[in-house]
């Protein structure tokens, strides 16, 4: 039986050296169930977790004597959902702990990360299933906690939420020469899918209930308020959120213009009193923003490894 040398050993570089590592365990899928009686209540996480310490050894060296195996940290998702998860929020907020307290001399900060689904409950002849439910669309809610020697960050917001309005949006003004061929309209089909990232500015707070009141300022604003123009909505957006919500300092936006053009018709002996339109999928506007809190300004550790758009 051949012995194998585990014992750790430097592997050099004349120009190289690590600045930065972290590792973890990617997109843990799970779903809770809240049993209620014959009722249920279903949660359906995504969990990714990521820690950051003193971790140079283990790429340099081979020496794993801080390396929390991304296998553990797999299942300290389940092993903490045992009793609850909580919100997005608090779940990530109580993993992040939960490393610190666990391995105080290794994790000095790290990323822990929550998507959630929603299901509705179906409604059959009989009225709300208990039991059974059905997958909303593509939107997915998220939650990030970010700490560094356990000052920790929370960035949450949504993602892929698709809507539409066939009316109540203008873009006319626009800078026009050689290479302009879009026609300036006064009513217009407006959509996209819209991802919002807040910056919170507080570990406590009531996460669904602002998370419910973000969600409706975006469907609000978005169906109410004549636009302008795609960037003339998003600041709407994001300037009621900010003014609504004292614990939100910054709020990030991702809208593509999922454009919609109006098919000439005259080709085949028919007028189009804009009724019918080319829905194109390719290419489109890609939309930011970036709206802060007047004072303030966005934490670098708050928005490490998370999309900027910009």
């Known amino acids: 039986m051949t012995t194998v040398d585990t014992t750790p050993r430097e592997l050099t570089s004349e120009n190289a050296q690590m600045n930065a590592a972290s590792h973890g365990k990617g997109e843990v899928h799970l779903v809770r169930v809240e049993r209620e009686g014959s009722v249920h209540h279903i949660s359906d996480y995504t969990v990714s977790s990521a820690i950051r310490g003193d971790l140079d050894r283990i790429y340099t060296h081979g020496d794993n004597a801080t390396c929390v195996p991304t296998d553990t940290q797999k299942n300290l998702t389940f092993s903490l959902a045992r009793d609850g998860v909580g919100t997005p929020e608090e779940f990530a907020l109580k993993f992040g702990r939960f490393m610190f307290s666990e391995w105080p ?169 804009n009724v019918v339109f080319y829905a194109a999928d390719r290419p489109f506007g890609d939309i930011t923003s970036e709206v802060v809190r007047k004072g303030t300004t966005p934490s670098p550790l708050a928005w490490n490894t998370i999309p900027s758009f910009t």
């Not at 409950?121 to 909303?136: A, C, E, K, L, M």
């Not at 879009?182 to 009513?187: K, M, R, S, V």
């Not at 123009?229 to 593509?256: G, K, Y």
Request: include cysteine; glycine fraction near 8%; proline fraction near 4%.
């Open 105 to 273: 001399q290794i994790v000095t900060g790290g990323r822990w990360e929550v998507m959630k689904v929603e299901w509705d409950r179906i409604v059959g002849d009989n009225g709300p299933h208990d039991f059974s439910f059905v997958r909303q669309g593509k939107e997915e809610r998220y939650a990030v906690v970010q700490a560094e020697g356990e000052e920790f960050k929370v960035v949450a917001g949504l993602k892929g939420l698709t809507v539409l309005k066939s009316s109540g949006s203008a873009f006319v003004g626009y800078p026009k020469g050689k290479y302009t061929t879009l026609a300036e309209t006064t009513d217009r089909i407006m959509s996209t899918d819209v991802s919002a990232w807040l910056e919170y500015n507080t570990l406590e707070a009531d996460w669904d209930g602002i998370f419910a009141s973000v969600r409706h300022i975006i469907l609000s604003e978005f169906a109410e308020r004549f636009s302008m123009a795609l960037q003339n909505t998003m600041w709407a957006i994001s300037a009621r959120i900010i003014d609504t919500h004292p614990e939100i300092n910054t709020v990030r936006m991702q809208c593509p213009n999922n454009h919609h053009f109006v098919v000439d018709l005259e080709p085949f002996g028919q007028d189009n009193p």
